[in-house]
């Protein structure tokens, strides 16, 4: 299974990548940050128009402002994400409800 993963520059980014490491049957193809990193095992994208890898599914682990962006990313791509993010209104949490 191929990842995108969101949030790849922060604390539990880092924690997914770690774990990810270790499985055989997942790989994170790329990942979305605030700053660009291309020389690590996989992109680290800052701007969402230059991600240009096919995932199987998107692992949000960021700040409710990134999660929307990835979300607009996700729906024009018809990509499954799993956001774990929090601290979301209850508005913006009805807006994601509505994207689902």
Not at 41 to 57: A, G, L, R, S
Not at 76 to 83: H, R
Request: with cysteine; glycine share 6%; net charge negative.
């Amino acid at each position: 299974m191929d990842i995108l993963l969101n949030g790849a520059t922060g604390r539990m980014g880092k924690e997914v990548e770690k774990y990810i490491e270790n499985q055989e049957d997942i790989k994170i193809k790329c990942g979305f940050g605030i700053e660009e990193i291309l020389d690590k095992n996989f992109p680290i994208y800052n701007d969402i128009n230059k991600i240009k890898e096919k995932v199987d599914v998107i692992i949000d682990f960021s700040t409710p402002k990134a999660t929307f962006k990835i979300l607009e990313y996700a729906k024009q791509t018809k990509t499954p994400i799993v956001i774990a993010t929090t601290g979301f209104s209850k508005d913006e949490l009805k807006k994601i409800e509505n994207l689902s």
